[in-house]
Structure formats: structure tokens, C-alpha cells
């Protein structure tokens, strides 16, 4: 089922099948931050992630009616997905100031903000992913007015989904990235991945970090912090 390997980017890999509109996501233990300049390995990384957005994305579709690439899931590490393209987007959504936010506002993390945060930045690692507004996207076809519109009505409906699911799981929803694309239909959906690597998950009474960050700042037990986080959602009603 499995056939030529079409991408490999830092923490997935990606092949063909013997259908032209699937392909196959192979997630990697392979970590990177700061655009590529640290890497390393968290052990379990692939296999969390995997099971973690597969179960996040299929709840989205049923209870929020939101799209998403998901088709099935194959393996602990490997999902078949509709093969899309993708816009060229990072659409992030914040809830809490942290990470980039807290340093170009001057605001300490933790801060809430009065109502949701949505940047979108342009894919492209040369160029460190810039932030951009709906101007740059239009004048630059990235996506047309519809689409965008549609991105961002699904990027707020998608936290507020997963900030209460994360919420009753003793979680709060800090911050996250998403990743939209059109399929051969000409459908726009939620694709990428909904994992520690994408989000930030702070303990709701504790405050602790259960995400990348682990890795991105050296806090120690990144690979228990990914492991807490999968297991408190698979606890999930
Ligand atoms: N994020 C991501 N990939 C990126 C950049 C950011 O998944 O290339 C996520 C990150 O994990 C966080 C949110 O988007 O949950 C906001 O990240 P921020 O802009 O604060 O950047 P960072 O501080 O991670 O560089």
C-alpha cells in the first residue's frame, strides 16, 4: 500500500499509495526547534503524536463539524490521509501570551488575553516563517477572500473545541498551529497534526509545561511530558 516516499519534513514523513487523492503521514521521533537549529529525538514522540491527532481531528469532525484530511488510521505511527495542498499557512490561535507573543509584546507568559489571538505566518523556512496579515495573503494568492474566511471561522471553532475538551482533562489550551488544504475536490480541510509539538499545554493547577517546550528550553522529561498529555486524553469521555 505504501509506495514512493513523496516528502520528508522535520517530524513526518509522507508516501503515495496506489490511490492518486491518499497518501500516507509516517510521524518520526525526530524533534527540531528554532527552525531547524536544535534537533534531537524524544522517544514516543511519533506514536503520540499520531494517536493524539487522530483522536482529536475525529472528534473535531463529529462534535464541531470541522473537515479534516483524516481517513484511517494504519499503525501506531503511520495514518492514510486525503492528499491535499496545502496553503501555505501557519494559522496559530492564542489564548494565554507565551513563546513569540510574550517577547514581541513585552507581556510575561501567562497572561490572558481578553479574547483569542489569530496570526497567520507564511511557510517558508528560508525565511524563518514571517507573520503576515490578510493583506499579504490576498495580494500575494496564497488563498482567495472565501477560503481565508472559512480558515478562520474554522481556527475559532477548533479552540473552542479543544479548549474545553483540553480543559476537563485538567489542561489549558495556551496556544496552537494549524495547517489547512484543499483536496483534489476542491474541499478545504484541517490537516497536519494536533499534538505536544503544536500546542502549548500548561497543567491547569500546576502550571507545568506539557509540550515542546520541554525540549525547545531543556526543562527535562520531555518524553513524560508527552506521555502525561496522551494519556490524559485518551481519559477523555
Ligand atoms: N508553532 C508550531 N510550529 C511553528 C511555530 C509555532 O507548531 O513553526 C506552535 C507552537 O508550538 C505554539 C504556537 O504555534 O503552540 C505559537 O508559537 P509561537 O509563535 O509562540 O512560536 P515559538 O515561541 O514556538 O517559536
Redesign the pocket.
Known sequence: MKKEQLYEGKAKKVFATDRANECIVSYKDDAT???GLKKGTIRGKGEINNRMTNYLMQHLEKEAGIPTHLISELSPTDTLVKRVKIVPL?V?V?NVI?????KRLGAPEGTELKCPVL?F?YKDDELG?PMVNDYHILAMGWTDEATLSKIKDYAFRTNEYLKKFFSEIGIDL????LEFGITADGVLVLADEISP????FWDSKTKEKL???RF?RDLGDVEGAYQEMIRRVFTHE
Open positions: 526547534a528554532f527552525n501557519e496559530i492564542r507565551a513563546g513569540s507573543l510574550s496570526e505566518c516563517d495556551i496556544d496552537f498551529k509539538d503544536t500546542c502549548r509540550d515542546k517546550d525547545r
